[in-house]
T-cell receptor, first 116, second 114 residues
């Protein structure tokens, strides 16, 4: 069965520095998508970035980039130039293209605190 | 920008009562989901809905749960007889397609069962 593992329950980063949030996944499927969502203290889930298993280049969206290492089954989120507003919980999630539902399987999340 | 809306934002109910959580997905989306998040824990898939029927449900989604899309715009989650362990944040999500398309999440309904 597919699984997402985020091993860092909490992380600290100094404002303006870069930070990497780890995500590893487990699936025997070859076709899948990986997502990162941000959940601020207000509770909503905000989509950040997507990486498809067949994408040859790492995804980037503004200050967010995804370090995708398929052989290692890892999809780490890199946030450059951290801002105070980046303090939030971050979830890695996966969907299998073989699924006829598109459901997301989430990791346990990482709480990021940005220090001024 | 279109958004998923959910009502109410917070619902308090007594154990054994029925609750209905309401969602209005984005209008041109075709796939609809309910997830739940027990406080401080990960987000868990409950059920997916497509073409007016359930396409998948998790083991959490037992006979006490049901979903409906009664009028082509609302998408509801009903819990027939709530238990203390149903206390959680419930998120509705929708998407235009599967796989590469992001799911848009609503702001959530916090359900507290006393």
């Amino acid at each position: 069965a597919q699984k997402i593992t985020q091993t860092q329950p909490g992380m600290f980063v100094q404002e303006k520095e870069a930070v990497t949030l780890d995500c590893t996944y487990d699936t025997s499927d070859q076709s899948y998508g990986l997502f990162w969502y941000k959940q601020p203290s207000s509770g909503e889930m905000i989509f950040l970035i997507y990486q498809g298993s067949y994408d040859e280049q790492n995804a980037t969206e503004g200050r967010y980039s995804l370090n995708f290492q398929k052989a290692r089954k890892s999809a780490n989120l890199v946030i450059s130039a951290s801002q105070l507003g980046d303090s939030a919980m971050y979830f890695c999630a996966m969907t299998l293209f073989s699924s006829n539902t598109g459901k997301l399987i989430f990791g346990q999340g990482t709480t990021l605190q940005v220090k001024p | 920008e279109p958004e998923v809306t959910q009502t109410p934002s917070h619902q308090v109910t007594q154990m054994g009562q029925e609750v209905i959580l309401r969602c209005v997905p984005i209008s041109n989306h075709l796939y609809f989901y309910w997830y739940r998040q027990i406080l401080g824990q990960k987000v868990e898939f409950l059920v997916s809905f497509y073409n007016n029927e359930i396409s998948e449900k998790s083991e959490i989604f037992d006979d006490q749960f049901s979903v409906e899309r009664p009028d082509g715009s609302n998408f509801t989650l009903k819990i027939r007889s709530t238990k203390l362990e149903d206390s959680a944040m419930y998120f509705c999500a929708s998407t235009f397609g599967q796989g590469i398309y992001e799911q848009y999440f609503g702001p959530g309904t916090r359900l507290t069962v006393t």
